[in-house]
Structures are given as structure tokens and as C-alpha cells.
């Protein structure tokens, strides 16, 4: 999952950097409104969570602007205040979900995964191809009874292939889901994780290269 947190308090925002990044999420932080609307002109964030008192571009236009610029992002709003009237007006501006400071931050990651869920079509929680199976709530993946031990990029590399459902993904489509704004784009990253990913899965092989095109799952032969 990528997410854009749009935050100006920098010690919550660098917090939230830090914890969904373990959670395995790909994490993007912008401090004002505009720095946001630029992010989401040139990344595809699958959820927003975006603070309604920022500099810049308030919160409430950013949040009007995505609903109707870009309607596969999901929008989770932060605010200081919460009153019911506030909520309700956090609704109405088109934000899915809303979130009132202070709040816990399994609550936070959870509502992303529910959000993350309601974005895409209708899947069952646990994926599999195949003999692959990879259960994204418990971090675990298996390949027949073998449990695969992956890093957080294998992971999140083997989930947009299995989400996939056998088309080809790019390598840059796989840097722009699975890395951040600070990944370089000429970085070898993603081939050097396909590799680590394949020997992971081992034989008979699934992971498969389309030359010059990018990755998919296909059956062993």
C-alpha cells in the first residue's frame, strides 16, 4: 500500500512515517497543501491521510481536489477537533473515513487496511496462487506447508503479484507501490528483489519475467 501523510506537525508526521513504514506500507509525508497536490498529481497513493488544519491549501480544498481529480484514492482525515459537526463535515467533503486526534495507532493502521480493501475489488483476505498463499493481516506468506521469510519489499513485491493475478507489472509499477518518493528511479532495487523473492519461492518456479516488460506469477510448467 502507498500512503501520503500530510501532516505540518513534523514530530507526528516523522511517527507516522516511521510506524507504517514497519507496517509495510510504502509512506510518502507532505507538510502543506500544495506540497500534497503535487505529490498526488505525480504518485498513485491508495489512501490519504490528510490533517484538515494545514498550511497552505486547507485541508478541506486538498481533500475536494483528490475526490475529484483522483477517485481510486482513498482519503482518511486527521483534525484536532472532534465534534460530531466536524466529522460529518469531513464526510461530506468526500473524505472516506474519518480519524480526531489523539488516536491510537493500531486504530490508525487498520482503518488504512480497511480502506485499502474497500479501494480494490472484492478479494478474499488471504491470496493464493497456486501453491502460494500470503495472508497480508498476519504478515505471512506460504509456499505449500513451507513458510516464506521475507523481508517487508519481498512482501509487498509478492502481494502485488499475487493481487495481480497473473498480468505483467512493471518494474517501475512495482517501485512506485512498493517504495517511496525518495526510491531513485534508475535504482536496480526491484530486480535485486525479484531475484531475492525467486529463490525464496523456489522450484518449481512461478515468478516469472516477461523480457523487457516486467514480472508476473505463472504456473509452474
Known amino acids: 500500500m502507498r500512503v501520503l501523510v500530510v501532516e505540518d506537525e513534523e514530530f507526528l508526521a516523522e511517527a507516522l512515517r516511521s510506524g507504517l513504514r514497519k507496517e509495510g506500507m510504502a509512506v510518502d509525508v507532505a507538510g502543506d497543501g500544495h506540497t500534497a497536490l ?26 475536494g481536489q483528490v475526490v475529484a481529480e483522483h477517485p481510486d484514492c482513498r482519503i482518511l482525515m486527521l483534525t484536532a477537533a472532534g465534534r460530531l459537526a466536524d466529522k460529518v463535515d469531513g464526510l461530506h467533503l468526500g473524505a472516506d473515513d474519518y480519524l480526531a486526534k489523539p488516536f491510537d495507532f493500531p486504530e490508525l493502521v487498520a482503518r488504512l487496511h480497511a480502506l485499502r480493501r474497500r479501494a480494490a475489488p472484492a478479494r478474499p483476505p488471504v ?17 505449500g506447508l513451507r513458510p516464506l521469510r521475507l523481508t517487508r519489499k519481498e512482501f509487498a513485491v509478492l502481494e502485488l503479484l499475487m493481487r495481480a493475478d497473473g498480468a505483467v507489472l512493471s518494474a ?43 514480472y508476473y506469477l505463472g504456473a509452474p510448467a
Open 38 to 63: 503535487e505529490n498526488v498529481a505525480v504518485h498513485d497513493y491508495d489512501v490519504l491521510v490528510l490533517d484538515r488544519d494545514i498550511p497552505g491549501v486547507h485541508g478541506d480544498d486538498v481533500c
Open 127 to 143: 491470496l493464493t496462487f497456486d501453491d502460494l498463499r500470503l495472508d497480508p493481516a498476519r504478515r505471512e506468506a506460504h509456499r
Open 172 to 214: 517501475e509499477h512495482l517501485l512506485e507501490k512498493a517504495w517511496d518518493e525518495h526510491a531513485d528511479p534508475f535504482t536496480n532495487a526491484v530486480r535485486i528483489t525479484v531475484s531475492t523473492l525467486r529463490r525464496k519461492l523456489g522450484d518449481p518456479p512461478v515468478l516469472r519475467t516477461a523480457t523487457g516488460v516486467g
